[in-house]
């Protein structure tokens, strides 16, 4: 509707538009102590709100950030967060207008993609977004699970204290890890304080604790246990969560897992989700302890923004050059035809092997799904024979792309 206009969010509005989207997300209100946290992350002019009239209906945020592509460079990243709009305001045109307003802000700034978390996975297609990384959590009978003594210890875990200690901590933390996997980001300062302020000031019993080896800090877990309710059985059986765990070696994982099987009276364990291809039964000496979350398992989505960027920033195997001729309705200027070879990508001018719109692209760009099976699903069209298997064999990736931050 014309009537709706998008405008930046001033300082004295966010925590409207923070309620505004916790009730759109089915969310408890914020507390004074989580706004007082979340507060210090906002980032200035990322905020968007949507009116009709004075009222707000509906907002969309991001945080500036960069993700790991293939080959190991880091691209700008608007990480979009905080969408919503208010049931009684829905299909007003509120959505489409933060969504454009938001992606074209994020192009002005000299991002080069875009990426959320889809509450709602029919919503974002239409924008341009597609299914980038996939991931899938893990549930592991803790009473039953041991980890395999032949995997080597490789250091000690230290627990953190109180939020304080938290924020003031872990940054550096998650910097000195690294990030081995492509589609992970960078968490900006602003991130600790939105999310773990949110944990910690949600009044549950969330634990952090580090993992330290001969370098300095290698993995970390946050977690948190369920208050026992049932006093009633022979023994207390608590389910613990794990809400953010990264490790940059296997047997760092061991070792954080060590320290979740140590915590008494916890009967279950279970993870957010996981990379696919973490070898995750191996780690114990019973397979069968540990079962995957039968969930979806879609992680982020990716809008790119700019397309000669984001192909000239990845790398590619070894395969003969194919073409592929992009659509974007909504950023006209990616629109062409790119030469992708073991050498790069650039704008070329030669005949097209494959067809395929900026969705199908953020699909393929990091190596999650295949240009022959999204052929054969009717998402790529092929002009010549035997193109789409070499695009298969360009666009491969050596792990599974896991990004292991929500916001």
Not at 163 to 178: D, F, K, N, S
Not at 394 to 404: D, I, K, N, P, V
């Amino acid at each position: 509707m014309t009537d709706i206009h998008v405008r930046v969010l001033r300082a004295d509005e966010h925590r409207q538009a923070l309620d505004l989207v916790y009730r759109a997300l089915h969310h408890s209100r914020s507390t004074d102590e989580e706004w007082t946290l979340r507060a210090k992350g906002h980032q200035e002019g990322r905020i968007l709100g949507a009116f009709l009239a004075d009222e707000l209906i509906g907002t969309a945020a991001a945080l500036t950030s960069d993700t790991t592509v293939p080959g190991g460079a880091r691209l700008p990243t608007a990480a979009v967060t905080g969408v919503g709009v208010r049931a009684d305001r829905r299909r007003r045109g509120a959505l489409r207008a933060l969504m454009h307003d938001q992606l074209r802000d994020a192009a002005q700034r000299g991002e080069a993609m875009a990426a959320l978390h889809a509450s709602e996975t029919s919503i974002y297609g239409r924008f341009g977004y597609g299914i980038g990384t996939h991931a899938r959590g893990v549930r592991v009978h803790a009473r039953h699970a041991a980890v395999r003594p032949d995997i080597p210890s490789s250091g000690e875990i230290r627990q953190l204290g109180g939020v304080t200690e938290v924020l003031a901590t872990m940054p550096e933390v998650y910097r000195r890890i690294g990030r081995p996997r492509v589609g992970m980001m960078e968490r900006p300062e602003g991130w600790w304080a939105i999310k773990y302020g949110r944990w910690f000031g949600a009044g549950d019993s969330h634990e952090v604790a580090v993992h330290e080896g001969t370098d300095g800090a290698s993995g970390f877990v946050c977690y948190r246990t369920q208050e026992i309710s049932d006093y009633a059985g022979p023994n207390f059986a608590a389910h613990l969560e794990v809400v953010d765990l990264h490790a940059n070696s296997l047997s760092a994982l061991a070792d954080l897992w060590r320290h979740l099987l140590a915590v008494d009276l916890v009967a279950t364990i279970e993870t957010h989700p996981r990379p696919l291809d973490e070898p995750y039964p191996l780690l114990f000496t019973d397979p069968r302890v540990c079962t995957a979350v039968p969930e979806s398992d879609d992680e982020i989505w990716y809008r790119l923004l700019d397309v000669p960027r984001a192909l000239a920033s990845r790398s590619y195997q070894d395969a003969e050059p194919v073409v592929i001729e992009v659509r974007d309705e909504l950023f006209p200027d990616n629109a062409g035809r790119y030469r992708l070879s073991a050498a790069g990508a650039d704008r070329t001018d030669a005949a097209a092997d494959l067809h395929c719109d900026v969705q199908t692209l953020a699909m393929l760009y990091f190596g999650s799904y295949r240009a022959s099976d999204l052929a054969e699903l009717g998402r790529i069209t092929i002009a010549e024979q035997g193109a789409a298997v070499r695009a298969d064999q360009l666009l491969r990736t050596e792990q599974a792309s896991w990004c292991g931050t929500g916001y």
